[in-house]
């Protein structure tokens, strides 16, 4: 039976498998062959591509894969047994463990290069360095179990001026252009036998992939400018490993006569600002342990203190650390302490961000290990704190946190003759802690000038040319790649050697011998930039897993036709692309991206938004939750928003959006998809679309009391109420913290060609009432305009002339809030508007029986009183509680007319409308890592409706949520990565009724749930990535189910709910290149509707809302912008594909298309905007704005073909504005002057059939604050 499972595991041809897994390890340290990293995958490259397309040649990939792996693996770790097996047998086990999981990668590579080759037809050039480095990008990053060991990459450590590009790209992007070599070695070999015409491409091709890594290397080692960081003096006790694992004392007692025996020689007579001794030297515990009433040993600090002395110089040296963990548990750490020479002055700082000891006053700062080897120094997935107290059971070793470089004072030449003193750091690094790309990089990140590695590398062999195994050549080899990528210079400390300094260009000097006391003295070099490397880090990584991991689910979802499962793991990929996408340095918080024109958002925990000009873009809710829902907020001082500016206005400046006024006159959002009934619109966290139609008017909701408007996208939380299902418009006002006092004063105002004018003013103080802070404000607006232009290519006898027939508006506005804070943490908040408008509603140009409606009367008033508190209680812990009451009130009047003089009255309407919500939300912190949230959300929505000649009816809808959220980071705060990743989960309940249905009969309650998962990953400074899908529900609203419109649709009473689908995953970035501040995101999407509520035309020149069986809505979202200083470009697009399928009749009851395929309406395949600022003389900026949207289709009754459809062909328009800011005294000290040109260009870009928006307008503005 063994013998038939080995002999499965042979592929068939094993020879190439053979030949290069022993070519690539003859490429590893010791032999460190240099021809073998540029041709050793080309025979496994050959093999592949003979498998052909057969139905067993994917099966075979994968045990070709596999089987290549295992021999290659086996032969560059046979170490793990030879080794030490002289201390365990147990390491035969972790031999073939580390091995067969190693071959599995191999296998996954296999298995992906022969697919996208076969079925996606990815060049070889392509395909192979993708997937090598995709799946070595995967096994570095695996939590826990994470063996970077001796990548493709580190093979040419041995050659450092040949991978100087590795300060661009890494270690992982050498490895890709040695896979890349290899491909196309592959290539030329493939084609031989085409004579010399066939080989010229890849011959050229492979000349230029050589020339250019080398050239730049070559290059960068001749130009590239050193200076001395530190004088070290390492010091090589060599300790016999056997006697470092028998007994603790006479090791540790071997090693102090061993170090001071070599030291002393210097005593008095060098300058050295540090002395390094290696890992574990010291192999008891100095500090005190309480819960074992260990007292810890003041007598070897002491006498690292005499060492420091004696060399007047700092020590770092390894030891072993120790914390309780409670009174009866405690946790040992593989610790480095730096101990600094009696009289040392203080670091800069104070040394602040160093991990106080027991024996401060004598250890100084430890630094504790955060890279563990699985299973000797702790179980993989395990806490460390499971296994306190357990100090002999491996596993038992806790996880040190990312800490700041160690400060260090040098004493450095100046100049000859002269010295100085000045403050340096380094970074250390424990054992194979060097074989971890990202701890180096961020050491370099933090102000690093040189690292250190103190390891004990004993474990891999003895004193006898037999026994000295690989690993301790292949082990310091990992340093050329650190130094290179880092350009700095880097110390090693090794018990039994290597010793040794590796400088910025990767040379190793000072090299030890093995298994023998030495010592030296020697300058470590380091450079003043920062490379490529450390600013961006793995990109090379991180792209490649992405696209493979998006490669690999196209093909899984086209094979199976399971369009969800690869939006899924699409999305997916851009969360694992992201995971190692490190940003620009940037002072920026991680979770957000900015974009021209906006100001911080107030969020909530965990969510910051830098204070920054330009959109904010945020990957995280306000709500802290793990859902990475895209966010947009845009500040209502900018001077792209007009003056007073209304909601539809300022969401038009928003990126990825579409606002579109409706036959109604209504202003409508609509999103990757979806209707304007699946975006809900909360003020203060009450929404204010649970009435009569499940959306508002944004025409008519005035902005004045807001700062800050912000839109999240996609998928939100499950806390958010009843209905939301495509996003989220939020505006608060007396939710957001109390800041200063400025911007609370104001005034602007505006003019346009028209005639139409606009103004508001605003004031408001802050006070401190009985301990806590109390802020009241408030303020009134008004907009006025009696028509506004058409534009030139839309001619209908709608229009008068230049005017827009019925396009008036009339509209006041006034609000106030006030918020009081206590010290506590408590806090009681209240906010209202209210606005009497009136305004005309322009006829569709393309309908020879347009909708001629007016609305003279269009009143609302919302109040909201708002509530919250922290706790803390012994029973149940710390949390926030927060609990709103809204009351929404609104009359409207609709007349209808007879033709568009307007004069005659043929129907009138009136409504009232009364929405009552109440909301109650709780977090709990399980832990400092982990939270629970709840939310409770009840509305009631009544509405009365009285038509000339008819009764009044009335209606009412009851809407009731429950939902919970529980997330967590994946590891405790300071604990790299792993802590900046969180995940959520969330479900909730939702009801619906309608116990009034205006006469008819009400439908029975319905009730549904809904569901949300995701994470977010910050991936470095100013980039997070994220993913999450979601399920959610929308019931039909009154309007949907009852009304008439007074004519226009037949009603239908027999909706069902809508159910969303959705799944997102995106990155977005921030940084600094070539003098520009820039910022991007890439959003992936995918929603389905089951049961989606559309119109569908029933004849007569009616319209009924349906059920559709499906409509599905995939797409792309991606942001760009670049700033220096006064000079900006950017932009946005929007790419999507929105079908609808299945559904009930079109016009006149038969198909409005062929088949039973139906059009989305409004649903553009691609639209976006373009902007450029430019800074003119007499400090004057400009800024020009493109918008284009794409091709449309909309449902038309009196269309006579094409089913009833009309196509609206694409179209853009152009705006420009000129602003200037004064400086003008008094209370309000700033004044900012804009002239606008709206539509520049004239250009009809319609919102709706017969709709087009504004024709050109000139509008001049200004501002006071």
């Given at each position: 039976?063994?013998?038939?499972?080995?002999?499965?595991?042979?592929?068939?041809?094993?020879?190439l498998?053979?030949?290069?897994?022993v070519?690539?390890?003859?490429?590893?340290p010791?032999?460190?062959?240099?021809?073998?990293?540029?041709?050793?995958?080309?025979?496994?490259?050959?093999?592949?591509?003979?498998?052909?397309?057969?139905?067993?040649a994917?099966?075979?990939?994968?045990?070709?894969?596999?089987?290549?792996?295992?021999?290659?693996?086996?032969?560059?770790?046979?170490?793990l047994?030879?080794a030490?097996?002289?201390?365990?047998w147990?390491s035969?086990?972790?031999?073939?463990?580390?091995?067969t999981?190693?071959?599995?990668?191999?296998?996954?590579?296999?298995?992906g290069?022969?697919?996208?080759?076969?079925?996606?037809?990815w060049?070889?050039?392509?395909?192979?360095?993708?997937?090598?480095?995709?799946?070595?990008?995967?096994?570095?990053?695996?939590?826990?179990?994470?063996?970077?060991?001796?990548?493709?990459?580190?093979?040419?450590?041995?050659?450092?001026?040949?991978v100087?590009?590795?300060?661009?790209?890494?270690a992982?992007?050498?490895?890709?252009w040695?896979a890349?070599c290899?491909?196309?070695?592959?290539?030329?070999?493939?084609?031989?036998?085409?004579?010399?015409?066939?080989?010229?491409?890849?011959?050229?091709?492979?000349?230029?992939v050589l020339a250019?890594?080398?050239?730049?290397?070559?290059?960068?080692?001749?130009t590239?400018?050193?200076?001395?960081a530190?004088?070290?003096?390492?010091?090589q006790?060599?300790?016999?490993?056997?006697?470092?694992?028998?007994?603790?004392?006479?090791?540790?007692?071997?090693?102090?006569?061993?170090?001071?025996?070599?030291?002393?020689?210097?005593?008095?007579?060098?300058?050295?600002?540090?002395v390094?001794?290696?890992?574990?030297?010291i192999q008891?515990?100095?500090?005190?342990?309480?819960?074992?009433?260990?007292?810890?040993?003041?007598?070897?600090?002491s006498w690292?203190?005499?060492?420091?002395?004696?060399?007047?110089?700092d020590?770092?040296?390894?030891?072993?650390g120790?914390?309780?963990?409670?009174?009866?548990a405690w946790?040992?750490?593989?610790s480095?302490?730096?101990?600094?020479?009696?009289?040392?002055?203080?670091p800069?700082?104070?040394?602040?961000e160093?991990?106080p000891?027991?024996l401060?006053?004598?250890?100084?700062?430890?630094?504790?290990?955060?890279h563990l080897?699985p299973l000797?120094?702790?179980?993989p997935?395990?806490?460390?704190?499971?296994?306190?107290?357990?100090?002999?059971?491996?596993?038992?070793?806790?996880?040190?946190p990312?800490?700041?470089?160690?400060?260090?004072r040098?004493?450095?030449?100046?100049?000859?003759?002269?010295?100085?003193?000045?403050?340096?750091s380094?970074?250390?690094?424990i054992?194979?802690?060097?074989?971890?790309?990202?701890?180096?990089?961020?050491?370099?990140?933090?102000?690093?000038?040189?690292?250190?590695?103190?390891?004990n590398?004993?474990?891999?062999?003895?004193?006898?040319?037999?026994?000295?195994s690989?690993?301790?050549?292949?082990?310091?080899a990992?340093?050329?790649?650190?130094?290179?990528?880092?350009?700095?210079g880097?110390?090693?400390?090794?018990?039994?050697?290597?010793?040794?300094?590796?400088d910025?260009?990767?040379?190793?000097?000072?090299?030890?011998?093995?298994?023998?006391?030495?010592?030296?003295?020697a300058?470590?070099?380091?450079?003043?930039e920062?490379?490529?490397?450390?600013?961006?880090?793995?990109?090379?990584?991180?792209a490649?897993a992405a696209?493979?991991?998006?490669?690999?689910?196209?093909?899984w979802a086209?094979s199976?036709r399971?369009?969800?499962?690869?939006?899924?793991?699409?999305?997916?990929?851009?969360l694992?692309?992201?995971?190692?996408?490190?940003?620009?340095?940037?002072?920026?918080?991680?979770?957000?991206?900015?974009?021209?024109?906006?100001?911080?958002?107030?969020?909530?925990?965990?969510?910051?938004?830098?204070?920054?000009?330009?959109?904010?873009?945020?990957?995280?809710r306000?709500a802290?939750?793990?859902s990475?829902?895209?966010?947009?907020?845009?500040?209502?001082?900018?001077?792209?928003v007009?003056?007073a500016?209304?909601?539809?206005?300022?969401l038009?400046?928003?990126?990825?959006l579409?606002?579109?006024?409706?036959?109604?006159?209504?202003?409508?959002?609509?999103?990757?998809?979806?209707?304007?009934?699946?975006?809900a619109?909360?003020?203060?966290g009450?929404?204010?679309?649970?009435?009569?139609?499940?959306?508002?008017?944004?025409?008519?909701?005035?902005?004045?009391?807001?700062r800050?408007?912000v839109?999240?996208?996609?998928?939100?939380?499950?806390?958010?109420g009843?209905n939301?299902?495509?996003?989220?418009v939020?505006?608060?006002?007396s939710?957001a913290r109390i800041g200063?006092?400025?911007?609370?004063g104001?005034?602007?105002?505006a003019v346009?060609?028209?005639?139409g004018?606009?103004?508001?003013?605003?004031g408001?103080?802050?006070?401190?009432?009985?301990?806590g802070?109390?802020?009241?404000?408030?303020?009134?607006?008004?907009?006025?305009?009696?028509?506004?232009?058409?534009?030139?290519?839309?001619?209908?006898?709608?229009?008068?002339?230049?005017?827009?027939?019925?396009?008036?508006?009339?509209?006041?506005?006034?609000?106030?809030?006030?918020?009081?804070?206590?010290?506590?943490?408590?806090?009681l908040g209240?906010s209202?508007?209210?606005?009497?408008?009136?305004k005309g509603v322009?006829?569709?140009?393309?309908?020879?029986?347009?909708?001629?409606?007016?609305i003279p009367?269009?009143d609302?008033?919302?109040?909201v009183?708002?509530?919250?508190?922290e706790?803390?209680?012994?029973?149940?812990?710390?949390g926030?509680?927060?609990?709103?009451?809204?009351?929404?009130?609104?009359?409207?009047e609709?007349e209808?007319?007879?033709?568009?003089?307007?004069?005659?009255?043929?129907?009138?309407?009136?409504?009232?409308?009364?929405?009552?919500?109440?909301?109650?939300?709780?977090?709990?912190?399980?832990?400092?890592?982990?939270?629970?949230?709840?939310?409770?959300?009840?509305?009631?929505?009544?509405?009365?409706?009285g038509?000339?000649?008819?009764?009044?009816?009335?209606?009412?809808?009851?809407?009731?949520?429950?939902?919970a959220?529980?997330?967590?980071?994946?590891?405790?705060r300071?604990?790299?990565?792993?802590?900046?990743?969180?995940?959520s989960?969330?479900?909730?309940?939702?009801?619906?009724?309608?116990?009034?249905?205006?006469?008819?009969?009400a439908?029975?309650?319905?009730?549904?749930?809904?569901?949300?998962?995701?994470?977010?990953?910050?991936?470095?400074?100013?980039?997070?990535a994220?993913?999450?899908?979601?399920?959610?529900?929308?019931?039909?609203?009154?309007?949907?189910?009852?009304?008439?419109?007074?004519?226009?649709?037949?009603?239908?009473?027999?909706?069902?709910?809508e159910?969303?689908?959705?799944?997102?995953?995106?990155?977005?970035?921030?940084?600094?290149?070539?003098?520009?501040?820039?910022?991007?995101q890439?959003?992936?999407?995918?929603?389905?509707?089951?049961?989606a509520?559309a119109?569908?035309g029933?004849?007569?020149?009616?319209?009924?809302?349906?059920?559709?069986?499906?409509?599905?809505a995939?797409?792309?979202?991606?942001?760009?912008?670049?700033n220096?200083?006064?000079?900006g470009?950017g932009?946005d697009?929007?790419?999507?594909?929105?079908?609808?399928?299945?559904?009930?009749?079109?016009?006149?009851?038969?198909?409005?298309?062929?088949?039973?395929?139906?059009?989305?309406?409004?649903?553009?395949?691609v639209?976006?905007?373009?902007?450029?600022?430019?800074?003119?003389?007499?400090?004057?900026?400009?800024?020009?704005?493109?918008?284009?949207?794409?091709?449309?289709?909309?449902v038309?009754?009196?269309?006579?073909?094409?089913?009833?459809?009309?196509?609206?062909s694409?179209?853009?328009?152009?705006?420009?504005?000129?602003?200037?800011?004064?400086k003008?005294?008094?209370?309000?000290?700033?004044a900012?002057i804009t002239?606008?040109?709206e539509?520049?260009?004239d250009?009809?870009?319609?919102?709706?059939c017969?709709?087009?928006?504004?024709?050109?307008?000139l509008?001049?503005?200004?501002?006071?604050?």
């Open positions: 039976m063994i013998a038939g499972l080995i002999m499965g595991l042979i592929p068939v041809r094993p020879g498998l053979l030949a290069g897994a070519l690539l390890w003859l490429a590893h010791p032999f460190h062959l240099l021809l073998p990293s540029f041709v050793g995958l080309v025979p496994f490259i050959l093999w592949i591509e003979r498998l052909g397309t057969g139905p067993d994917a099966s075979e990939a994968r045990r070709g894969g596999f089987f290549f792996g295992l021999v290659y693996f086996s032969l560059v770790l046979y170490w047994f030879v030490l097996v002289y201390y365990t147990l035969i086990l972790a031999f073939v463990a580390t091995v999981i190693l071959a599995w990668f191999v296998s996954l590579a296999a298995v290069l022969h697919k996208v080759r076969t079925r996606l037809a060049p070889l050039w392509v395909a192979v360095p993708v997937f090598w480095t995709a799946t070595e990008w995967l096994r570095g990053n695996l939590p826990d179990v994470a063996f970077p060991w001796m990548q493709l990459g580190d093979t040419l450590s041995g050659f450092p001026g040949l100087g590009a590795a300060d661009l790209v890494g992982r992007g050498i490895s890709f040695l890349l290899n491909a196309l070695v592959a290539w030329l070999w493939m084609e031989r036998r085409g004579g010399r015409a066939t080989l010229v491409r890849p011959g050229a091709v492979l000349v230029a250019i890594p080398i050239g730049y290397s070559a290059y960068r080692s001749a590239l400018e050193t200076r001395t530190a004088r070290v003096a390492v010091l006790p060599n300790v016999p490993q056997h006697l470092k694992m028998t007994d603790h004392s006479a090791a540790t007692d071997s090693a102090l006569r061993s170090v001071m025996d070599l030291a002393a020689p210097w005593f008095g007579r060098e300058q050295i600002d540090l390094l001794l290696p890992e574990t030297a008891l515990y100095m500090e005190p342990i309480e819960p074992i009433g260990h007292g810890g040993r003041p007598e070897l600090a690292l203190t005499t060492l420091a002395d004696g060399l007047n110089a020590v770092a040296v390894g030891a072993m120790a914390e309780a963990v409670s009174d009866d946790v040992p750490y593989n480095a302490f730096h101990i600094r020479a009696p009289g040392d002055d203080v800069p700082g104070g040394g602040a160093a991990r000891t027991p401060s006053d004598i250890l100084g700062e430890r630094r504790d290990k955060r080897v000797v120094e702790r179980v997935f395990v806490p460390p704190e499971w296994m306190a107290g357990h100090r002999y059971l491996g596993g038992s070793y806790g996880i040190g990312l800490e700041p470089p160690t400060e260090l040098t004493v450095a030449l100046t100049s000859p003759g002269q010295t100085g003193q000045r403050w340096t380094y970074g250390t690094l054992c194979y802690e060097s074989i971890f790309a990202s701890l180096s990089r961020h050491y370099r990140r933090g102000g690093a000038e040189f690292l250190v590695n103190l390891t590398d004993s474990w891999f062999g003895r004193d006898e040319w037999w026994s000295r690989a690993a301790l050549w292949q082990h310091p990992h340093l050329v790649m650190r130094a290179l990528e880092n350009r700095v880097i110390a090693r400390a090794a018990n039994t050697g290597v010793s040794m300094i590796v910025p260009r990767g040379r190793m000097t000072y090299v030890t011998p093995l298994f023998e006391e030495a010592a030296f003295i300058d470590v070099e380091t450079t003043d920062q490379t490529v490397f450390v600013r961006f880090g793995d990109v090379t990584g991180a490649s696209a493979a991991v998006l490669a690999m689910s196209w093909l086209r199976r399971r369009r969800w499962a690869g939006l899924s793991i699409a999305a997916g990929a851009l694992g692309g992201g995971l190692l996408w490190p940003a620009a340095v940037a002072a920026q918080d991680p979770d957000t991206l900015r974009r021209e024109g906006a100001t911080p958002a107030d969020t909530l925990e965990e969510s910051p938004v830098m204070a920054l000009p330009g959109l904010t873009v945020t990957a995280v306000p802290a939750t793990a990475g829902a895209s966010g947009v907020s845009l500040s209502l001082a900018s001077p792209m007009p003056a500016p209304l909601m539809s206005e300022a038009r400046e928003m990126p990825f579409q606002v579109r006024s409706n036959s109604r006159g209504e202003a409508q959002l609509t999103l990757r998809g979806t209707g304007s009934r699946q975006v619109v909360l003020i203060d009450v929404p204010l679309t649970l009435g009569w139609d499940a959306r508002t008017d944004l025409s008519l909701i005035p902005l004045d009391a807001a800050e408007i839109v999240y996208r996609g998928i939100t939380s499950v806390l958010q009843p939301v299902l495509g996003g989220v939020e505006v608060n006002q939710r200063d006092a400025a911007g609370l104001g005034a602007q105002a346009d060609a028209t005639g004018t606009r103004a508001s003013v605003r408001g103080s802050i006070s401190e009432y009985r301990g802070r109390l802020l009241l404000s408030g303020g009134v607006g008004g907009r006025w305009r009696d028509w506004f232009p058409v534009p030139g290519p839309a001619e209908s006898s709608a229009a008068d002339g230049a005017r827009r027939l019925n396009s008036d508006l009339e509209h006041t506005s006034l609000w106030g809030s006030a918020r009081l804070e206590g010290e506590a943490g408590g806090w209240f209202g508007f209210a606005y009497a408008s009136g322009p006829p569709e140009l393309h309908l020879d029986e347009p909708r001629l409606w007016r009367v269009a609302r008033a919302l109040g009183l708002t509530a919250g508190s706790f803390e209680t012994a029973l149940i812990g710390r926030r509680v927060e609990a709103a009451l809204g009351v929404d009130l609104g009359q409207t609709i209808q007319f007879e033709s568009l003089d307007y004069e005659s009255v043929t129907g009138t309407e009136a409504s009232n409308h009364a929405t009552v919500t109440a909301r109650a939300m709780s977090t709990h912190y399980l832990s400092d890592q982990a939270q629970l949230r709840g939310a409770l959300t009840w509305a009631q929505a009544g509405y009365s409706e038509q000339q000649h008819g009764p009044a009816l009335d209606y009412s809808q009851r809407l009731f949520s429950l939902g959220e529980f997330e967590s980071r994946l590891a405790p300071g604990g790299g990565f792993w802590s900046r990743t969180r995940l989960a969330g479900a909730v309940w939702d009801h619906s009724s309608t116990p009034r249905a205006g006469g008819r009969e439908r029975l309650p319905i009730d549904q749930w809904g569901a949300r998962v995701g994470g977010s990953a910050e991936v470095a400074q100013g980039f997070r994220h993913v999450g899908a979601s399920r959610r529900v929308r019931f039909p609203s009154l309007r949907e189910l009852y009304s008439g419109a007074l004519g226009r649709f037949v009603p239908n009473p027999d909706l069902r709910p159910v969303l689908r959705a799944v997102e995953g995106g990155v977005s970035g921030t940084g600094r290149v070539m003098g520009a501040q820039y910022e991007v890439a959003v992936l999407f995918g929603q389905v509707f089951s049961g509520i119109r569908v029933v004849g007569d020149n009616q319209y009924q809302r349906q059920n559709r069986d499906r409509t599905t995939t797409g792309l979202e991606l942001l760009a912008a670049a220096w200083g006064r000079l470009l932009g697009i929007t790419l999507q594909a929105v079908s609808v399928s299945g559904g009930g009749p079109g016009m006149g009851g038969s198909p409005p298309l062929e088949g039973s395929e139906l059009r989305a309406e409004y649903q553009p395949s639209a976006g905007r373009f902007y450029a600022e430019v800074p003119l003389p007499w400090d004057v900026s400009a800024r020009a704005s493109l918008e284009g949207v794409g091709t449309q289709y909309c038309n009754p009196e269309a006579s073909g094409a089913g009833g459809w009309s196509r609206l694409a179209e853009h328009a152009l705006d420009a504005q000129f602003g200037k800011r004064l003008v005294g008094g209370p309000l000290a700033d900012e002239v606008a040109l539509n520049l260009t250009r009809a870009l319609y919102d709706q017969g709709l087009p928006r504004p024709g050109r307008l509008r001049l503005q200004v501002r006071f604050f």
